[in-house]
């Protein structure tokens, strides 16, 4: 019973912790008190990347800089700011790394076009497989009269051609095998 128990309650507990793991890094003392307000920082925050983590939003990071820009998010909500203006404030200051989804311009272009791009190649190179895959070998086409008659010319010309090369063969070995005597005096 007890090791069914464990079995069951570790996973469990493990669960809720990896669950829980953004409520964790936020410190009590960053929240705001407004619980819409909160909830907007927290939507910011799983926006922004942790500089130090680099893998984290700065909602997940325990990271001291990553407490510093959550503050930083909500000094500004409390301010009035909008989810725009922020976002571009954090940008300007940070650089668009700090963006977890950084927008489509031109030095962006290729993060967005190119695992489409990529997946639009394989499906082709997919198709063009199975169609290789699939395809019958065909039956050639029959020849032509004339394509006939050049086949036919090219062939007996061949065979003269061996013909004469097998006499001149004969000639040399006959040659070889009988020299004729050359007479001394």
């Known amino acids: 019973m007890h090791k069914t128990l464990t079995n069951f309650l570790l996973p469990l507990i493990g669960a809720t912790l990896l669950l829980t793991q953004d409520a964790l890094a936020v410190d ?4 705001l008190d407004d619980p819409a307000l909160e909830a907007r920082a927290q939507e910011l925050g799983a926006q922004l990347r942790c500089v130090v983590c680099k893998s984290q939003s700065i909602e997940a990071s325990d990271a001291p800089l ?3 820009l ?8 409390a301010a009035g700011d909008s989810d725009e203006v922020i976002l571009e404030f954090m940008a300007e200051r940070y650089g668009r790394y700090v963006l977890l989804k950084p927008p489509v311009q031109g030095n962006t272009a290729v993060l967005w076009i190119a695992p489409i791009a990529l997946f639009v190649i394989g499906a082709m190179i997919g198709v063009a497989v199975l169609r290789s895959r699939n395809q019958q070998p065909t039956a050639l086409d029959p020849l032509t009269a004339e394509e006939d008659a050049k ?3 090219l062939s007996l010309s061949h065979k003269e051609n061996q013909d004469r090369h097998e006499i001149s063969l004969e000639k040399e070995l006959h040659h070889d095998a009988h020299p004729t005597k050359v007479s001394g005096g």
């Open 28 to 31: 009590p003392d960053e929240r």
């Open 66 to 68: 990553a407490s510093d």
């Open 70 to 77: 959550r503050i930083l998010v909500r000094e500004r909500i």
């Open 151 to 153: 086949l036919k010319a």
